[in-house]
């Protein structure tokens, strides 16, 4: 795991589940923004869209998507662990597997917020199905504690 600090603040970058054992205490954190690899074969996503791998943030690790499912659970326990009581968590997800990132939720405390659904007009054009031009982003909080929500 490396660390860097910018403007007093540290970045951690690294594994997310054994980075937050080694360096974040339970029920501390207030928010947690991530969008998990999609385990969509990312590592061959170039083939089929325009991507240069160039701009791919160096560390990006694609899972399996046999393995998709034990990796939500994973993780989604893992912040479960270090968000504060009334602490929340946004999860982007595409629908290829967000079946697996609601079943890992319900294995956990969090309750569901919101479900938003991110409607976008640009992305990847088909020409053998529809295009689906849209992500899940899923608000949860950590019950037990007063909620912090800004609308703006």
Not at 29 to 48: K, S
Not at 114 to 132: L, M, Q
Not at 133 to 141: K, P
Request: charged share 25%; glycine share 10%; hydrophobic share 35%.
């Amino acid at each position: 795991m490396r660390s860097k600090e910018i403007n007093g603040n540290v970045f951690y970058n690294g594994g997310c589940i054994a980075g937050a054992r080694a360096y974040i205490p339970d029920d501390t954190v207030d928010l947690i923004v991530t969008d998990p690899p999609y385990g969509i074969n990312g590592d061959r996503l170039h083939q089929h869209y325009n991507r240069d791998e160039r701009f791919v943030v160096d560390g990006y690790v694609e899972v399996p998507a046999a393995g998709y499912g034990e990796f939500s659970r994973r993780w989604i326990r893992e912040a479960e662990r270090i968000l504060r009581p009334g602490g929340s968590i946004y999860i982007v997800s595409g629908y290829t597997n967000l079946y697996h990132i609601l079943a890992a939720l319900t294995e956990t405390g969090l309750r569901e917020v919101n479900h938003i659904i991110w409607k976008y007009n640009f992305g990847v054009y088909t020409s053998r199905k529809y295009v689906s031009s849209h992500y899940h982003i899923l608000f949860c909080e950590k019950p037990g504690g007063e909620r912090t929500f800004n609308l703006e």
